[in-house]
């Protein structure tokens, strides 16, 4: 055993995965491995912005620097100053908690999930078509007068690698149905939002129930990126004035789990984001 105090800062989460709303438990706090005592520490756990504090008695949170901390006075030899917080899983950011004790730092993380499925049939049964990056989650621009969002946000994602050879299939066209889980307001359209802020309905979009299904080809009207083998394709559900009104949600889940279902394979897909 060393003759003098080791301390090592460590972070865990009570479960790998979570979906928006859930409440999880993030236990963490300074050891000391070494052999004497370690005299006062002081700790602060970093936050990122998809998790917010509910339960952490004993513990000081500041708001504007997303900080917990809190002071051990001093841990024995082989001692330990674990707390255990209770955290809210939010719509949005990293679900990442950092701990640093001292000079001591560990890091913890969990995957936000959600439940949608997505499928996504290439024409092309042996399609090579992937998601390049991570799909991009952002508030949706103002809509054009006469058009209200049905949900707050635009999710853009780019498709790569899909077959350029004319001789063969290229423009590869795929039909992406979504399953929103929840009723679609009567009204609701589907919008391509372009780089310039135009908003167009995709008027071959069918909108069910509680999904929607509508078809990209490479290249063509609806995909934003002219290169062969790459598409870009950022949509939004809205409705014109003259529909019924409903309120916006804050994360359009059914456009994460678009996103998802693209990412690696073509298919179905659950959404599993950092």
Do not use: H
Request: hydrophobic letters at 40%.
């Amino acid at each position: 055993m060393a003759p003098s105090a080791i301390v090592q800062a460590g972070a865990q989460f009570s479960v790998p995965e979570a979906e928006a709303g859930d409440a999880v438990t993030l236990t963490a706090g300074p050891v000391n491995i070494g052999g004497a005592a370690s005299g006062l520490i002081a700790n602060s756990i970093t936050l990122a912005a998809g998790l917010s504090p509910t339960g952490y008695a004993g513990l000081q949170w500041n708001s504007t620097t997303r900080v917990l901390s809190w002071e051990t006075p001093s841990l024995a030899s082989r001692g330990s100053d674990l707390k255990t917080i209770t955290l809210q899983v939010a719509d949005a950011g990293a679900l990442t908690a950092t701990l640093t004790s001292n000079e001591a730092s560990g890091a913890a993380s969990i995957v936000r999930t959600f439940p949608e499925e997505v499928t996504i049939t290439p024409e092309n049964p042996d399609s090579s078509c992937k998601v390049s990056g991570q799909p991009v989650v952002a508030a949706a621009p103002t809509p054009p007068e006469g058009v209200t969002l049905a949900f707050a946000n635009t999710v853009g994602f780019t498709v790569i690698d899909c077959d350029r050879n004319p001789n063969s299939t290229y423009p590869e066209t795929l039909v992406v149905t979504i399953d929103v889980e929840q009723d679609i307001p009567e009204g609701t359209e589907l919008y391509k939002v372009t780089d310039a802020g135009d908003w167009n309905v995709i008027e071959d979009a069918v909108i069910g129930v509680q999904s929607v299904t509508y078809s990209i080809t490479d290249d063509g009207d609806l995909d934003l990126d002219k290169t062969p083998g790459t598409l870009r394709d950022p949509v939004a559900l809205a409705y014109p004035a003259s529909k019924r009104p409903i309120v916006p949600v804050p994360l359009p889940i059914w456009l994460l789990g678009l996103a998802a279902g693209l990412i690696g394979w073509l298919g179905v897909r659950r959404l599993k984001m950092t």
